[in-house]
């Protein structure tokens, strides 16, 4: 039987279509900007899967086999970002694209990698943090310190930069239920994109800057669970134009992180059976 149905949504012709399909629950794909094909996590562990005869090809995390479904290429295609856990929770690591020894560059655990500044300086991930450990959003230059940019508003989670770097797009739960959020890289200026009925999750940018993509759940559904009937709505990076694009079974391990094709004509999300 199928569980896991990786898949590429092309923009322009609205059209689907399936890369590769398994028995095997994986998770979170990402594209590869040197056009090597996907990144995907499952069991723990990273796995390419190539254009060209697609299959699960582990890639070596240097001992680390607790990997979760955050992780992303780095913009020119040369380091992996992923998030592993460790004794005091999740800690996020960075390697090269090949595999290999990873170094930890998070400060604190847990924290979760959600995405890579365009310009590869900096990631920006969640994090618990505080007395209560609330989930808030976090930026960190590599090798530089850690900087806190929402402090306790709800849950606030699924960071990544837009296109151009400027600005950060988050979900966070502050006004009652998961909404689309966007704020200044510096955490300055924070406001609601839109506000329907549905629990939106994981917004994503498109490289070309034309797009948002992100994950809708029925009304009133905790969390970002597995295995409900979701969307993957696109939108304009003002929160117009918004629709509909996929109709499926997923949840967590869809679209929980960059998938975008780099032209931004095209993204890979996992559909669950």
Do not use: K
């Amino acid at each position: 039987m199928i569980r896991s149905s990786l898949e590429v949504h092309d923009v322009a012709s609205g059209r689907s279509r399936v890369v590769f399909a398994t028995e095997e629950l994986i998770e979170a794909p990402n594209w590869d900007p040197l056009g090597g094909g996907f990144l995907v996590n499952g069991g723990g562990r990273l796995f390419r899967v190539p254009w060209e005869g697609p299959r699960l090809i582990p890639v070596e995390t240097g001992g680390l086999l607790r990997c979760n479904n955050d992780h992303g290429f780095s913009p020119d295609g040369t380091r992996i970002a992923f998030s592993c856990h460790r004794e005091n929770g999740a800690e996020i690591f960075v390697m090269p694209a090949a595999g290999g020894p990873a170094q930890v560059i998070s400060p604190r655990a847990p924290s979760w990698f959600h995405g890579w500044a365009p310009d590869g300086r900096s990631v920006v991930y969640a994090a618990a943090r505080g007395e209560r450990r609330e989930v808030d959003i976090c930026v960190m230059p590599l090798g530089g310190p850690e900087r806190r940019l929402t402090w306790g508003e709800g849950h606030s989670d699924g960071p990544e930069f837009s296109a151009d770097g400027a600005r950060v797009y988050f979900n966070s739960d502050r006004g009652g239920h998961a909404q689309i959020w966007v704020m200044g890289a510096d955490g300055s200026g924070q406001g609601q994109v839109f506000g329907d009925e549905g629990v939106n999750w994981f917004p994503h940018p498109s490289p070309c800057g034309r797009y948002v993509v992100y994950l809708a759940y029925p009304p009133g559904t905790l969390g970002h669970p597995r295995d409900l009937p979701v969307g993957l709505c696109l939108m304009d990076p003002q929160g117009g134009n918004r629709r509909r694009v996929v109709e499926m079974n997923g949840g967590q391990g869809t679209i929980n992180v960059a998938s975008w094709a780099p032209d931004g004509g095209a993204f890979a999300y996992m559909r669950y059976q």
